[in-house]
Each structure stands twice: as structure tokens, then as C-alpha cells.
């Protein structure tokens, strides 16, 4: 089935910063979403985004699917986007629903 | 529009009992799935029903089952529980057609002493 690798692992920004997280995963994907959760656990939903690009205020993403990579950017971080950020896709066949990468630990200082 | 509904929100239970959580999914939505969040394995998929019928299953063992209702209410239940089942329980609901967004609950954290 597909593999999602997210990178990095971890990231310490300082309010105000700009900041990239990678999803790479390791076949075609006709689906991509992007979650952040929040410290009491809940998956909020940041985007679907099989392909293209999207925006929604300081957070933008971009998936170039012929290259099985996808990108989530955000922009003058607020201590308030700290969490776990996680991209996942389905598997072709449909037979997981989403696959979930490993998540990036985002951690904004004031 | 109301979200996906999971109940309980904490759990403790004790080694070999077993548990059962809940999940409504969005109105409308027919597909709920079910995962499970650990430190060690990150989230996990558990399986998925649409229309009352489990669709796709992870690899999970037999102790995990579940079931869905007709009004699309899901239901998870946890035989024999293990301290290794200590998890967050995650359910998703979405339309049920392939490639659509799925949205989650608050989720059910499971503790096993």
C-alpha cells in the first residue's frame, strides 16, 4: 500500500516566522488531506487537496501529484499553530480510507 | 450542521474488560471509520462501514470489531482488553464515495490499567 513520509519530525519556530512542511508518498494519490491536531487530540481539517494549489489565510498548500509530493505552508506564525500537523491519503484500491504520514510537531515560541 | 460525535470522550478501563465507543457521523454521511492513535504507531486504521456493512478492515486482531447502524451511528467494541489497546480512538465520517473529505471526531481516550 502507499507510504507517507512527512518531514521534519520537528520544528521550533519563533512567533512571526514562515514555515514549510513536506509530505512525500510513494504512489499515485487521487485524494490529500491536511490536518492539524489540536492538544485535546481532535484531527481539524486544513485541506483537501488532491492537486493545485489552495489557500485559507496564513495557511496555504500545494500538491504536484505527478511528483507524489504535496506542501503546507504557513506564514507569520502564531503560538496558536502549534500542534502536530499530518497529511494522509487513501490507498488506490480504496481499501484504507487514509494512510497517515507520521506528522510534523510544530512548536511556535512568543 | 452538527460534527461527528464520539462518546465517551475518557475511558478507564481495567485488563480484560471490554469496552465499547461510539461515533455519529455527520448528517447525511453513510461511511464511518474507525483509527486508533498510539505514540509508538501513530494513527492506524481500524476498519470502515458504509451502509451498515464493513467495507475495508486494518490489521487489527479479531478483539476489535464493530458495527453500523441504519441511521449510520458506529459503534467499536474492544474484547479482552490489553494495556497495549491504551489509545486515542479516532472515527471519521465522510459521504462514502471514494476520494471524498473525511472529518473527525473529538475522539475516545482509552486508558487500561
Known amino acids: 500500500g502507499i507510504q507517507v513520509e512527512q518531514s521534519p519530525p520537528d520544528l521550533i519556530l519563533q512567533e512571526g516566522a514562515n514555515s514549510t512542511l513536506r509530505c512525500n508518498f510513494s504512489?499515485?494519490?487521487?485524494?490529500l488531506q491536511w490536518f492539524h491536531q489540536n492538544p485535546w487530540g481532535q484531527l481539524i481539517n486544513l485541506f483537501y487537496?488532491?492537486?493545485g494549489t489552495k489557500q485559507n489565510g496564513r495557511l496555504s498548500a500545494t500538491t504536484v501529484a505527478t511528483e507524489r509530493y504535496s506542501l503546507l505552508y504557513i506564514s507569520s506564525s502564531q503560538t496558536t499553530d502549534s500542534g502536530v500537523y499530518f497529511c494522509a491519503a487513501p490507498t488506490l484500491s480504496g481499501n484504507t480510507p487514509l494512510v497517515f504520514g507520521k506528522g510534523t510537531r510544530l512548536s511556535v515560541i512568543a | 450542521k452538527a460534527g461527528v460525535t464520539q462518546t465517551p470522550r475518557y475511558l478507564i478501563k481495567t485488563r480484560g474488560q471490554q469496552v465499547t465507543l461510539s461515533c455519529s457521523p455527520i448528517?447525511?454521511?453513510?461511511?464511518v471509520s474507525w483509527y486508533q492513535q498510539t505514540p509508538g504507531q501513530g494513527l492506524q486504521f481500524l476498519f470502515e462501514y458504509f451502509s451498515e456493512t464493513q467495507r475495508n478492515k486494518g490489521n487489527f486482531p479479531g478483539r476489535f470489531s464493530g458495527r453500523q447502524f441504519s441511521n449510520s451511528r458506529s459503534e467499536m467494541n474492544v474484547s479482552t482488553l490489553e494495556l497495549g489497546d491504551s489509545a486515542l480512538y479516532l472515527c471519521?465520517?465522510?459521504?462514502?464515495?471514494?476520494?471524498?473529505?473525511?472529518?473527525f471526531g473529538q475522539g475516545t481516550r482509552l486508558t487500561v490499567v
Open positions: 504512489d499515485s494519490v487521487n485524494n
Open positions: 487537496i488532491p492537486s
Open positions: 448528517s447525511g454521511h453513510r461511511s
Open positions: 471519521a465520517s465522510s459521504s462514502g464515495t471514494l476520494n471524498t473529505e473525511a472529518f
